[in-house]
């Protein structure tokens, strides 16, 4: 039947469920089975001709499509046996042509179709420019309200020219998390995709985007999101972001999605289905979400990962961008939250739970059914070491936040920055691809912000110091980026972006300065991050299981052993001259890559003194750049 369907298929406005014949199931209704061809949403067939739209809507008494190619009149919609599903067939379609519609559920409620590809929105589609959306369907004001779905059969192909792409192994990853919003002020795909060459250049070779599904609003981090499927337009249309992946693929560099699906938010058609409007609360019978969130980081409406419901949404939603958009790999939003263990603080939170192991790992099974090639399943976790471990164990990576004891150690106070939590040894883990690091992120306040605010100081020293705290963030990238396993850097870390994350607001857009690289000390940061980021990416040392590490003191330093050679970082954190005896991999001459000099090691413990803010990355044989 599955093969059926997908030759009656001519186009679709909406996804190809895991399972387009689930809620078909005979049952005790008294409808008519969903035919065998028809996926969630809008199915087209007979070449674009003619369009079924299905429904999940349980417990539902009526429910009529309404749209475009109906004059706004109901069109009643089918009862499935099993009384879950509700379909009908539309003849006499424009495959060419966009329509709006929606559904008209139990002869009052107007909700989008939760699995179409683009919406409108008449609050705020009118401020979004043409130069990054070009000829944008008009609302159709005057006929409906709210959200409306755009569905058309034959949609405007793209033509992907890399069809070869070879993910980066795991150990390499050097990402970078960007908002498109708060990088380029054209906030658009076009733009974004001729903007690449920097980050070539820069040396990365993932760039992960905060979420791009349609979401509440227009300026947003993208957190409140309502409709899956959609990309938000505004960031440009469906083809740009493809075009966009697509560069990105013929520059090396794999596109990971920030993935939000802990949450939803009110305008969305889930929601809205099933609602309690006395209490202002997803209804106790709403498929997908709970009454209340089970745990106390929630915002939305929180969902229930142990219903079927949501976990074949869900499956459905990996595998619609997955494949249609060729993403590389998820970042999972809040992945503590899937979750039905009720917990009301941080510590009961982070407890070991079980049942999250278990949905993680139907989830994490689901995605390698559908992309086995080395697919990234990132995720936002923050657990105890001993769940952590039981999902890693699987494949998949955590999130590794070590901003707080970074961001001390750039301000110098010595006491609090030990930030040895960058090995995953300490993480009790197995492999250095078990957990993805990161000083900086979306999240967190900006290092150099706080270096100028906050640094220590000392007599002729002062870590407040524009170009002192910059050659400070030299140091720290270098130990980041020396530690081996999976990296991210947030963007414009590289350039030493110095502005609060609370500047405005903390989910407010922010100054964009590309002026920065023209400054000589920042365009210097960048050049060492390039630097020490092709360290990385092109030596086989840097992915060793070999390796020592002190981080405690003023003078840090990570020690690695290869096949082919050796490496040894270390710098003084502190805001005065340190002396210190370390250990080397072995005696004789070692190469700075920074400087291009040579030092000699006549004996191990070697006693090095550093000048405040002084690092090193010394190697036995100069690296490959």
Same mark, same amino acid.
């Given at each position: 039947?599955?093969?059926?369907?997908?030759?009656?298929?001519?186009?679709?406005?909406?996804?190809?469920?895991?399972?387009?014949?689930?809620?078909?199931?005979?049952?005790?209704?008294?409808?008519?089975?969903?035919?065998?061809?028809?996926?969630?949403?809008?199915?087209?067939?007979?070449?674009?001709?003619?369009?079924?739209?299905?429904?999940?809507?349980?417990?539902?008494?009526?429910?009529s499509v309404i749209g475009d190619f109906n004059n706004w009149q109901p069109t009643a919609m089918t009862k499935s046996t099993d009384g879950k599903r509700w379909?009908?067939?539309?003849?006499?379609?424009?495959?060419?042509?966009?329509?709006?519609?929606?559904?008209?559920?139990?002869?009052?409620?107007?909700?989008?179709?939760?699995?179409?590809?683009?919406?409108?929105?008449?609050?705020?589609?009118?401020?979004?420019?043409?130069?990054?959306?070009?000829?944008?369907?008009?609302?159709?004001?005057?006929?409906?309200?709210?959200?409306?779905?755009?569905?058309?059969?034959?949609?405007?192909?793209?033509?992907?020219?890399?069809?070869?792409?070879?993910?980066?192994?795991?150990?390499?990853?050097?990402?970078?998390?960007?908002?498109?919003?708060?990088?380029?002020?054209?906030?658009?795909?076009?733009?974004?995709?001729?903007?690449?060459?920097?980050?070539?250049?820069?040396?990365?070779?993932?760039?992960?985007?905060?979420?791009?599904?349609?979401?509440?609003?227009?300026?947003?981090?993208?957190?409140?999101?309502?409709?899956?499927?959609?990309?938000?337009?505004?960031?440009?249309?469906?083809?740009?972001?493809?075009?966009?992946?697509?560069?990105?693929?013929?520059?090396?560099?794999?596109?990971?999605?920030?993935?939000?699906?802990?949450?939803?938010?009110? $305008?969305?058609?889930?929601?809205?289905?099933?609602?309690? =409007? %006395? !209490?202002?609360?997803? /209804?106790? *019978?709403?498929?997908? +979400?709970?009454?209340?969130?089970?745990?106390?980081? $929630?915002?939305?409406?929180?969902?229930?990962?142990?219903? =079927? %419901? !949501?976990?074949?949404? /869900?499956? *459905?939603?990996?595998? +619609?961008?997955?494949?249609?958009?060729?993403?590389?790999?998820?970042?999972?939003?809040?992945?503590?939250?899937?979750?039905?263990?009720?917990?009301?603080?941080?510590?009961?939170?982070?407890?070991?739970?079980?049942?999250?192991?278990?949905?993680?790992?139907?989830?994490?099974?689901?995605?390698?059914?559908?992309?086995?090639?080395?697919?990234?399943?990132?995720?936002?976790?923050?657990?105890?070491?001993?769940?952590?471990?039981?999902?890693?164990?699987?494949?998949?990576?955590?999130?590794?936040?070590?901003?707080?004891?970074?961001?001390?150690?750039?301000?110098?106070?010595?006491?609090?920055?030990?930030?040895?939590?960058?090995?995953?040894?300490?993480?009790?883990?197995?492999?250095?691809?078990?957990?993805?690091?990161?000083?900086?992120?979306?999240?967190?306040?900006?290092?150099?912000?706080?270096?100028?605010?906050?640094?220590?100081?000392?007599?002729?020293?002062?870590?407040?110091?524009?170009?002192?705290?910059?050659?400070?963030?030299?140091?720290?990238?270098?130990?980041?980026?020396?530690?081996?396993?999976?990296?991210?850097?947030?963007?414009?870390?590289?350039?030493?972006?110095?502005?609060?994350?609370?500047?405005?607001?903390?989910?407010?857009?922010?100054?964009?300065?590309?002026?920065?690289?023209?400054?000589?000390?920042?365009?210097?940061?960048?050049?060492?991050?390039?630097?020490l980021i092709r360290m990385r990416t092109k030596n086989e040392v840097f992915n060793t299981k070999t390796f020592s590490y002190g981080t405690s003191g003023a003078?840090?330093?990570?020690?690695?052993?290869?096949?082919?050679?050796?490496?040894?970082?270390?710098?003084?954190?502190?805001?005065?001259?340190?002396?210190?005896?370390?250990?080397?991999?072995?005696?004789?001459?070692?190469?700075?890559?920074?400087?291009?000099?040579?030092?000699?090691?006549?004996?191990?413990?070697?006693?090095?003194?550093?000048?405040?803010?002084?690092?090193?990355?010394?190697?036995?044989?100069?690296?490959?750049?």
């Open positions: 039947m599955l093969l059926l369907g997908l030759l009656l298929i001519a186009g679709t406005g909406c996804k190809k469920s895991s399972n387009p014949n689930t809620g078909n199931d005979t049952g005790n209704g008294t409808g008519k089975d969903v035919p065998s061809s028809a996926n969630d949403g809008a199915t087209f067939i007979n070449s674009g001709k003619s369009v079924i739209f299905n429904l999940y809507a349980p417990e539902k008494t009526s429910v379909w009908v067939q539309v003849d006499n379609i424009d495959p060419a042509k966009e329509y709006a519609y929606q559904y008209l559920v139990d002869g009052a409620l107007k909700v989008a179709d939760p699995y179409c590809e683009k919406v409108l929105d008449p609050d705020n589609d009118k401020y979004i420019p043409t130069e990054t959306y070009p000829n944008l369907m008009a609302y159709p004001t005057g006929k409906t309200t709210g959200i409306v779905s755009v569905m058309q059969g034959t949609q405007p192909a793209y033509s992907w020219k890399n069809t070869s792409f070879t993910r980066p192994d795991k150990n390499k990853l050097v990402i970078y998390e960007l908002h498109l919003r708060d990088f380029i002020a054209a906030h658009n795909y076009q733009t974004l995709k001729d903007t690449l060459s920097y980050l070539k250049n820069l040396g990365v070779n993932a760039v992960e985007l905060m979420p791009i599904n349609e979401f509440e609003g227009n300026s947003s981090w993208g957190y409140n999101p309502n409709f899956y499927f959609a990309p938000d337009k505004y960031y440009g249309t469906k083809n740009a972001l493809k075009a966009f992946i697509d560069e990105c693929h013929s520059n090396g560099m794999a596109v990971i999605q920030d993935m939000v699906l802990n949450h939803s938010f009110g $305008s969305s058609p889930m929601v809205q289905l099933y609602w309690n =409007a %006395a !209490t202002s609360k997803p /209804a106790a *019978n709403n498929p997908w +979400f709970n009454v209340d969130a089970t745990h106390p980081y $929630s915002v939305g409406f929180d969902f229930n990962h142990e219903s =079927a %419901a !949501t976990k074949y949404f /869900a499956k *459905n939603v990996m595998k +619609f961008w997955m494949q249609e958009y060729k993403i590389d790999g998820f970042r999972f939003d809040l992945s503590k939250g899937f979750t039905q263990k009720v917990s009301n603080d941080d510590a009961s939170f982070a407890a070991y739970d079980a049942s999250r192991v278990a949905i993680w790992t139907d989830y994490n099974n689901f995605i390698k059914s559908v992309d086995p090639n080395n697919f990234y399943v990132i995720l936002e976790h923050f657990a105890v070491d001993q769940e952590e471990q039981a999902l890693a164990s699987q494949g998949m990576i955590m999130w590794n936040n070590l901003n707080y004891n970074a961001n001390e150690a750039t301000m110098g106070w010595i006491g609090t920055s030990n930030f040895s939590r960058l090995f995953y040894d300490q993480h009790g883990f197995t492999q250095p691809d078990n957990l993805v690091s990161y000083f900086e992120s979306h999240d967190e306040e900006r290092l150099q912000f706080k270096n100028e605010n906050y640094g220590n100081t000392a007599t002729g020293y002062n870590v407040k110091d524009i170009a002192t705290g910059l050659k400070r963030e030299e140091m720290a990238a270098a130990f980041l980026l020396a530690s081996p396993g999976p990296k991210m850097i947030w963007q414009f870390g590289e350039l030493g972006y110095d502005i609060s994350i609370n500047v405005p607001g903390r989910t407010d857009p922010k100054p964009i300065h590309w002026e920065f690289m023209n400054d000589a000390n920042r365009h210097h940061l960048y050049t060492i991050y390039s630097r003078i840090k330093y990570v020690q690695l052993t290869g096949t082919s050679n050796k490496v040894e970082v270390v710098g003084n954190f502190d805001v005065v001259s340190q002396s210190s005896s370390i250990s080397f991999p072995s005696t004789g001459s070692w190469y700075d890559n920074i400087t291009g000099t040579t030092i000699n090691v006549p004996s191990i413990p070697y006693t090095i003194t550093l000048a405040p803010g002084e690092y090193h990355v010394y190697s036995s044989s100069a690296l490959t750049l």
